[in-house]
């Protein structure tokens, strides 16, 4: 069994060694294509973060014809929430709009102390949940509230939220079309790759099939060469990868940057996932080219 | 009802018939039996159908109709492991050569050896043996397309004689060398041939199966030429 | 004449009949990277127009003790512009601020109305050039309007400017990164699918060679295969991206959202030098094949 | 000294080397002149040198050191346009036949004859007549690996023959083909021949250089064996 062993792994190396063009070519094609793949996934899933995070930031503001009462106002809420999940909604009196837009002035604020609450119209502050990202959706909410009782009339934010919205979903599409792209193109680099090694293989390995080699000697060394290629190849794409994001995060690590998007790199079952995605692939690759001389 | 011939044959054809896609008839009910130890030379001109018989043997074609055993399996009922044992069992120096181009002459002759795990050393032993029989010394670690086309034949030889096979398959032999070199492959295959190979000559080369004891069986389109024997004959074609 | 060059048609005809595998893939291969390629460029060219629009939006707020006359404006404009350049300078009295306040109040402005224009500060709104995109820069412009004689402090914009300024940054990095992954991969891809392409027509052209073929005999074909390739390739390519391109702009073309951010398609020098460049590409790697036969 | 001979010689050797890296000696200061017409045959043990000897008239190998004229060109001094013109009128039958593998047997054929822009009809005509002449009849439409070895052997000499080349170089013709098949060849060859074609046939199968009333020359080592004379001599080595 020792000699068995040994005897495959001189079959290994050689084949290695023979071929070393190609094994290269077919590495650089793995490791673009994992990179590329998981540059995108992680941009994807830092985005779908960020969109959460954005979200938070959307308020929508009922104002009122009169304060609401602290009793009718579990009813308005009952009433809110019915429509849309919501985070958090917040209830504002004449004498709250008027204490904010003394805060607004500053220490001009006391130029206000004249004047009676009465000119400033009560609110309510409505925090929708953080699914609520297309702007559509947004407007749908609006229109709702702008029927509750009472009612004058619904802002929600400025305009700046609808820009990020609006930029947060053209972001997501082209990352998502450009993910594709990618997809595609990894998934036939790494097929139309071994393609062509395994045509250039066909000779050698049907001659070693009439030269009587058993089922094992044909396939260990190709099992071996699709383990190395997609373990190195991976681990390589991968390693870039980390290193590219590092980089950009240390690009972005101004103070208060940070906060408004949290990165996080691919979790480690994810990382797991792409390694044996990749081994996976790499050696049912290399096992066709003997599929059609045995038949299993 | 030649039950006693079939079981002491080693090759034994029962109505071959190959017929390559679309209507090529390389074989016509063509049946044989060959017992162990057995040289028999197989002639006929080009396109008659030797390569085919051998590759049959071999299991490197399928017949379209007919029995072929080998050393006791059915090669058409046999399982892909037995295939390959019984493969390791023939040694067939093809009529291209088929030598890895990648590989050097040794690791070439080297290959069946390896395949059968055999010890390095008596691999090394048997190579050395061989590249000095068929007049190749110094051409050990050089690649099969560095060689003269008569080197490529001996290299081819010397790798189907490499493993004491139980059957020696030759095609065309001697169809690039000259008298010297002929007879160095003849000696090589008389002495497998004491040792109890089965030796099967596909040629054209008169001189080789003139001067040799042996059974020859001529094929012609397809089909054994003499035909007024009734039943398989050992080593004789029907 | 007319024999050499229907016999050149015939042999390249020949040609792609017997490796149409290899041809529809590497003809596969110069699509994807086009599109791939192209892709990248246009959203980066898109951009860096979004960018420019963004930074229109964004203004720097001098609040200042006193009302400055305007005899002494022109000297505080050149001043500024000495820093940086600047799209347009706007002054505000108190009276101006009040009226700004009064609008924002809306029908309830009238409460200001026993106001004197004392207590809101009078300002110089900066709208900086469009290249101030960085926020370190707008920062340090702003630092230096603080300097300005009877300035009391500088307020530049709102959060979401410097969200935005800090997104498009961060795209920008992610579309330069990509891209420059893209072209590499692209170019890899290619070259490699070439590579394997020579390789397997090295024995044939070996063989055409020793028979006596003439250069151009010889040349012919590949050239235009080359051409061929890198016509239909880049072609395709080029429209799928066009389809891509319409698909995403009819996805937002929303009311008033085609006002923040203008998209525009590869200008034609552009599209044509994509098509010129696959198309030697194409040609120079068949060409690389009978290299080492002809001595050129 | 010998200007006249040179004058007249198609194909001439002058102290021609060949090493192949990194130091096989294949050819060892040969010289030799062959004047239009002649048929010569080349013999000599396996690894002889006989195909370097054939591969570098026809540019295939660049000799290590020595002169070599074909036609009137220098070989080592010749533009690539020209080298392709000689190479035109040379005919070769390689050993290992080089056929396009993706190419029919008609295709292959024809290939010399579509490099020199012939009419289409000329060259349906020519192949269907070597078609014929050699025994391939029904095998036009087949790619080369359908073929029996000794099929693939006449289509590579149909191709070497197929444009009336000045000059026909064959290697080992008949080393796949029987008898009959041999005989089919040595007539087509005998015909170019007395159409004025150069001969010169490597083989060592005696039948086809002892029938024939030609010139032989041996090869030993990369030397030609009889070496009495000092002078390069028509159709003979020196
Ligand atoms: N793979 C194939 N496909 C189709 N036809 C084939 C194939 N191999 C051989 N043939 C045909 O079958 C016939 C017999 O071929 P085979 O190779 O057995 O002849 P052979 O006796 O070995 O001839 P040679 O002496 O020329 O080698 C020939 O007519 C040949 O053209
Ligand atoms: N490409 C090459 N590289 C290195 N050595 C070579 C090469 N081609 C041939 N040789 C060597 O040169 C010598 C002469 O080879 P050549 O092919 O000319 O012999 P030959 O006379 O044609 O023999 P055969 O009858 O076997 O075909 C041989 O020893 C061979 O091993
Ligand atoms: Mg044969
Ligand atoms: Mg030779």
Chains 1, 3 share one sequence.
């Not at chain 1, 650089?28 to 941009?43: A, E, K, N, Q, R």
């Not at chain 1, 996976?280 to 001389?293: H, M, W």
Request: contains cysteine; aromatic residues 8%.
């Amino acid at each position: 069994m020792n000699l068995h062993l040994s005897s495959i792994i001189v079959q290994t190396a050689r084949n290695l060694k023979h071929t070393w063009g190609t094994q290269l070519m077919t590495l650089i094609t793995v490791s673009l294509s994992v990179l590329m793949f998981s540059f995108f996934f992680l941009i994807f899933l830092n985005l779908k973060q960020a969109g959460g995070q954005i979200s938070k930031n959307i308020r929508l503001i009922i104002y009122l014809n009169n304060d609401i009462p602290a009793a009718a106002q579990p009813q308005y809420i009952q009433k809110i929430k019915s429509f849309n999940k919501v985070d958090k909604i917040i209830f504002k009196t004449r004498n709250d709009a008027l204490r904010q837009l003394r805060q607004q002035l500053g220490k001009d604020g006391d130029v206000l102390d004249d004047l009676t609450a009465g000119f400033l119209p009560p609110s309510i502050e409505v925090y929708p949940a953080r699914d609520l990202v297309s702007l559509a959706k947004i407007k749908r909410f609006s229109d709702f509230l702008a029927t509750l009782p009472g009612a004058q009339k619904v802002q929600y934010g400025h305009k700046w939220i609808e820009r990020l919205s609006y930029f947060t979903q053209l972001i997501r599409l082209i990352v998502l079309l450009s993910g594709g792209l990618l997809v595609l193109t990894a998934t036939f680099m790494v097929s139309s790759t071994i393609r062509l090694t395994v045509v250039s293989r066909n000779d050698e390995l049907e001659i070693l099939h009439i030269l009587g080699a058993s089922k094992s000697y044909l396939q260990m060394p190709l099992i071996i060469e699709g383990l190395l290629q997609g373990v190195i190849g991976s681990g390589i794409g991968l390693l870039c990868l980390y290193f590219l994001f590092n980089y950009i995060r240390s690009r972005f690590t101004g103070p208060g940057l940070m906060s408004i998007i949290h990165f996080s790199f691919l979790p480690p079952p994810t990382t797991a996932a792409i390694l044996i995605i990749s081994i996976l692939l790499c050696t049912t690759g290399s096992i066709i080219s003997i599929r059609k001389f045995l038949r299993f | 009802m030649n039950v006693q011939q079939s079981k002491t044959a080693i090759i034994e054809f029962i109505k071959v018939n190959k017929i390559y896609p679309p209507d090529v008839i390389a074989l016509r009910d063509v049946s044989l039996a060959i017992k162990p130890g057995e040289i028999v030379f197989l002639t006929g001109m080009s396109g008659a159908g030797k390569t085919t018989l051998l590759k049959l043997i071999c299991a490197m074609e399928q017949p379209t109709k007919g029995l072929i055993e080998v050393a006791g399996h059915d090669l058409g009922r046999i399982s892909l492991k037995n295939m390959q044992l019984v493969r390791q069992k023939i040694g067939m120096a093809y009529q291209d050569f088929k030598l890895l181009p990648k590989l050097t002459v040794y690791q070439n002759i080297a290959m069946p050896m390896e395949i059968t795990f055999t010890p390095p050393k008596t691999i090394r032993d048997r190579i050395n043996y061989l590249l000095d029989t068929l007049n190749l010394h110094g051409k050990a670690d050089i690649k099969p397309d560095k060689l003269s086309r008569g080197e490529q034949q001996r290299v081819a030889i010397a790798r189907a004689a490499a493993n004491y096979p139980p059957i020696l398959l030759a095609d065309e032999p001697t169809g690039n060398l000259d008298r010297e070199n002929s007879d160095l492959v003849i000696k090589l295959f008389a002495q497998l041939n004491r040792a109890g190979t089965t030796l099967i000559i596909a040629t054209h080369d008169p001189v080789l199966y003139k001067s040799y004891p042996a059974q020859t069986l001529e094929l012609s389109q397809g089909q054994f030429v003499f035909k007024d024997q009734a039943t398989p004959k050992t080593a004789t074609g029907e």
